[in-house]
């Protein structure tokens, strides 16, 4: 089948490349970026795309897809349908299922499932045996069955001795450690400590259990010299931690989620359970810090953390009510409503943050735009202005603080592995 895109704004900064141009792809190849001549264009299926951008398909590496265990929240499938609607043709998969992936023979089920799906699938393996921080899980046999990374996500490894032996091992292999960063002493708590928590009468989370976590973790990568990433930093010392860091030549990276910039801690004043997560929503002066690391290039990620709940548990009251949203479907547009519209990134900023730098971070190849490549790609349109619909979402859970929120820019489609998702359909090409 042939489809041509025409007249795209072909953007990717991996490559150097902006320009405008037509683009043609026949059985999920791309066999001519250009002007597309009528010979070529016979039979074709055209979608004419008024200068909207194309890009390297997006790519998020913190997504939870419950499977196995919990089929009632979300599964490999519905959670791929999700990417797909939301611009993303790539995702890593975290480890806290049940059974954790913690042995290859988890990370074949979860890629069989992922098999015939548009979106590329990445297992995350456990650092420890059931993320019990215990005893290190089998990091070769994982290594092997094709994990691109280790965490206990959800927690952070759990003592000094098992993250030192965890950094020496994924080493090995060249892989990064994803921690969870929260000091389990201090966990527990329903929001963030402060004035707001003190006057909601919530139970406190205070943002130094995250910092001591993070600056633990950087000084053990830096004396093992192994490889750290940060998931969903969220405070504004943690921000400084990381920066310094860098500076030093720490092999440190980072991600931040679409909630973590666009909340701050005033959203928990409704108690909507939607407005509880881990690490929690913020202070403003957190958001700035974030947005000006997001600026200069501190944090080199954005990650949804995407977590379906089912409706009955997030239905209990604030204190019992479980951690996370689901963000697959929201975090384009969050990103290009609170940092593209507000001129806190550029387009080629953006991308980079979305779609190239998750892929370096997990030695993941980033798709290019050249004839004889396999086609893997994302439409935007920046301009377009939406509103959420949780009821319409692709994933198998609803539980979104940002229902009825006007957003500015989403994806049109996405196109991968001989398959394209647009108007709200799939289809071969």
Request: aromatic content about 6%; hydrophobic content about 40%.
């Amino acid at each position: 089948m042939k489809i041509i895109l025409k007249n795209v704004r072909l953007l990717n900064p991996e490559q150097k490349l902006n320009q405008n141009s037509d683009l043609l792809i026949v059985d999920g190849v791309i066999t001519r970026i250009g002007t597309v001549a009528a010979g070529e264009a016979k039979d074709a299926r055209v979608f004419e795309l008024n200068n909207k951008y194309v890009v390297p398909g997006l790519f998020d590496m913190h997504v939870h897809l419950r499977e196995p265990g919990r089929e009632d929240e979300e599964t490999v499938v519905t959670g791929c349908n999700s990417a797909s609607a939301g611009g993303f043709t790539g995702l890593a998969c975290m480890p806290n299922t049940s059974p954790a992936i913690d042995s290859a023979e988890i990370v074949s089920f979860i890629k069989e499932k992922a098999r015939n799906h548009l979106v590329d699938v990445y297992p995350v393996g456990a650092v420890t045996m059931g993320r019990k921080g215990e005893a290190l899980s089998p990091m070769a046999e994982l290594s092997e069955a094709g994990v691109v990374a280790f965490s206990d996500d959800g927690c952070a490894v759990k003592n000094a001795k098992m993250l030192r032996l965890a950094f020496e091992y994924a080493s090995m292999y060249r892989l990064p450690i994803i921690e969870h960063c929260e000091d389990e002493s201090l966990e527990g708590g329903a929001m963030n400590e402060g004035v707001t928590s003190t006057f909601l009468g919530l139970p406190p989370m205070p943002s130094i259990a995250e910092d001591l976590v993070v600056m633990r973790d950087i000084m053990m990568a830096e004396y093992t010299g192994g490889k750290i990433h940060i998931a969903h930093i969220s405070t504004k010392n943690s921000v400084e931690i990381l920066r310094q860091a860098k500076k030093r030549g720490v092999n440190v990276t980072s991600e931040v989620t679409p909630h973590h910039f666009s909340l701050t801690e005033e959203a928990l004043k409704t108690y909507d359970t939607n407005t509880k997560m881990n690490p929690p929503l913020r202070t403003r002066q957190d958001v700035e810090a974030i947005l000006e690391g997001l600026k200069d290039g501190t944090i080199d990620a954005i990650a949804s953390d995407h977590a379906p709940h089912s409706i009955e548990e997030k239905e209990m009251e604030f204190i019992y009510a479980p951690n996370g949203i689901v963000g697959l479907e929201t975090e384009l547009g969050l990103a290009l409503s609170e940092l593209l519209s507000k001129k806190i990134l550029n387009m080629e900023e953006l991308v980079e943050k979305m779609a190239i730098n998750p892929r370096k971070i997990l030695n993941i190849p980033v798709p290019k735009f050249a004839e004889g490549e396999i086609a893997n790609l994302t439409i935007i349109d920046p301009e377009v202005v939406w509103t959420v619909d949780v009821k319409a979402f692709k994933s198998r859970s609803k539980n979104s603080p940002f229902d009825k929120r006007l957003l500015t820019g989403k994806a049109l489609g996405v196109i991968n592995r001989g398959k394209m998702f647009f108007d709200d359909k799939f289809f071969a090409i």
